[in-house]
């Protein structure tokens, strides 16, 4: 069974910095393209970032220039550092990843953003 853990989340103050982690059960080189997602309340889930096996990058415009996404493939995890964080991050994120023509989600870790 795939499963994807993140950590990582939690309680920062405007202008703070996160990194989440997201490990695989398996090989990350099982899956095509790995991401994260976030789902604010009351909002619909919304992509973040994602990296596909040749670790190619995309980002939402919103958190262009302020969150990088990586992936450390002995790990077999990927990351999502968030610098400059508003309060308008605040969200549960999850980490997503393709594995042929399934996606496979984390449970989500919270990430809380104070003003």
């Known amino acids: 069974q795939v499963q994807l853990v993140e950590s990582g989340g939690g309680l920062v103050q405007a202008g703070g910095s996160l990194r989440l982690s997201c490990a695989t059960s398996?090989?990350?080189?099982?899956?095509?393209?790995m991401g994260w997602y976030r789902q604010a309340p009351g909002k619909r889930r919304e992509l973040v970032a994602t990296i596909t096996s040749l670790a190619g990058t995309n980002y939402a415009d919103s958190v262009k220039g302020r969150f990088t996404i990586s992936r450390d493939n002995a790990k077999n995890t990927i990351y999502l550092q968030m610098n400059s964080l508003k309060p308008e991050d605040t969200a549960v994120y999850y980490c997503?990843?393709?594995?042929?023509?399934?996606?496979?989600w984390g449970q989500g870790t919270q990430v809380t953003v104070s003003s």
């Open positions: 997503m990843g393709i594995w042929g023509a399934l996606d496979h």
């Open positions: 398996g090989s990350i080189f099982n899956f095509a393209t």
